[in-house]
């Protein structure tokens, strides 16, 4: 904490230079730095009396009433450490943004577009029990039900952070509620994670390399639920990145959001692959299929679900799936992102 803290009197001394909002963005960024600097080192000195507290009631503990306090106060408090470890392992660029978390089907049609139906609800259950925010930003359902591809906006401080390692391709292998030969399938969904950015000001895309199209809101069994076309889908021409928004009953707003969105998809790509120019740039397409999975989760002939990069799994999987479970998968992916 000390580093924290020398470093918001830092800031703090720029920000009483007269020249400190020349530049705006610069200035905001720090102002931002600064708050969030502020938070951490709130919530440590919280934690640290929190200790304390527990420490003195741990001597008062022989007592039945007095036991029942520390054992409840001890498992507020783990559940307490247990936060700051996993936000000690976050401190990459992007991660206390927002996320845009984007759920793709892959092979095994009916079937996969369910199995995405069953990730975005995972996900969904997850960011409200973590207190996020969810805002659905785009969903193509399938003709027969389930979703082809959906986009969800998850909005709370780190929420890029936690989620970043949940991207690539997730397998699920079960008896197919769709077979009327009670035969087991196997299905695939991608799963895109991007954070919310504000891209930088010398940042242009050629407006030309833009395609726009627009169609009318779906909703599930493929039919229309506006009558105008306030959905856009807009295409970068010359990497075939594509994004679609329909969260809004407005074009303007929705065109707006996807422009924003595609921007941000591009500029982390740049980013990745260090290039400083837009014909640099190479995007390889990702296909949900076998052997590329990061996960599997299985319903049939036993329950499990194993994470294949940290080697973590569990027997719960109905936990997992209704979001309460993925919060270890997560802390244990951010911890093999720090050993290496």
């Known amino acids: 904490m000390s580093k924290n803290k020398n470093k918001i009197t830092e800031i703090e001394a720029e920000i009483q230079k007269a020249d400190f909002w020349s530049d705006k963005e610069i200035a905001q960024r720090k102002t931002l730095e600064l708050n969030e600097l502020k938070?951490?080192?709130?919530?440590?000195e919280s934690l640290e009396r929190e200790l304390s507290d527990l420490e003195e009631l741990m001597t008062l503990s022989d007592s039945e009433e007095y036991q029942k306090?520390?054992?409840?106060?001890?498992?507020?408090?783990?559940?307490?450490i247990?936060?700051?470890?996993?936000?000690?392992?976050?401190?990459?660029?992007?991660?206390?943004?927002?996320?845009?978390?984007?759920?793709?089907?892959?092979?095994?049609g009916r079937d996969a577009q369910d199995w995405a139906s069953m990730l975005t609800r995972m996900y969904e259950r997850w960011a409200q029990s973590e207190g996020f925010s969810v805002k659905v930003l785009h969903q193509h359902f399938g003709e027969e039900g389930g979703v082809k591809n959906t986009s969800?906006?998850?909005?709370?401080?780190?929420?890029?952070?936690?989620?970043?390692?949940?991207?690539?391709?997730?397998?699920?292998?079960?008896?197919?509620?769709f077979s009327a030969q009670k035969l087991r399938h196997t299905s695939f969904a991608l799963v895109e994670v991007l954070p919310v950015i504000e891209t930088p000001k010398n940042?242009?895309?050629?407006?030309?390399?833009?395609?726009?199209?627009?169609?009318?809101?779906?909703?599930?069994?493929?039919?229309?639920?506006?009558k105008r076309e306030t959905a856009v889908r807009v295409i970068h021409l010359p990497t075939g990145l594509q994004v679609a928004s329909q969260a809004s009953r407005n074009q303007t707003a929705n065109k707006e959001l996807a422009l924003k969105i595609l921007y941000a998809k591009?500029?982390?790509?740049?980013?990745?692959q260090r290039v400083e120019t837009l014909d640099k740039l190479k995007v390889e397409q990702r296909e949900p299929e076998w052997g590329s999975q990061i996960r599997s989760y299985v319903l049939h002939p036993y329950k499990l679900v194993k994470d294949h990069r940290t080697g973590f799994e569990v027997g719960n999987i109905e936990s997992v799936l209704d979001g309460a479970?993925?919060?270890?998968?997560?802390?244990?992916?951010?911890?093999?992102n720090q050993k290496k």
């Not at 969800?152 to 509620?177: D, F, M, Q, T, W």
């Not at 940042?203 to 506006?226: A, C, M, Y």
């Not at 479970?325 to 093999?336: D, K, R, T």
Request: charged share 25%; no cysteine.
């Open 39 to 44: 938070k951490e080192v709130v919530a440590f």
């Open 69 to 80: 306090e520390f054992d409840k106060r001890l498992i507020e408090v783990g559940r307490d």
């Open 82 to 108: 247990d936060k700051a470890e996993v936000k000690s392992l976050l401190s990459q660029p992007y991660d206390r943004n927002d996320a845009i978390i984007s759920i793709y089907s892959g092979a095994g």
């Open 152 to 177: 969800l906006e998850i909005e709370g401080e780190y929420a890029y952070g936690y989620l970043k390692n949940e991207s690539g391709v997730h397998r699920l292998v079960r008896i197919s509620p």
């Open 203 to 226: 940042f242009v895309i050629n407006q030309g390399d833009l395609k726009f199209e627009t169609f009318r809101s779906s909703g599930p069994g493929g039919q229309n639920v506006n």
């Open 266 to 272: 591009i500029y982390q790509l740049m980013q990745n």
């Open 325 to 336: 479970g993925l919060s270890e998968f997560i802390w244990q992916g951010l911890s093999l």
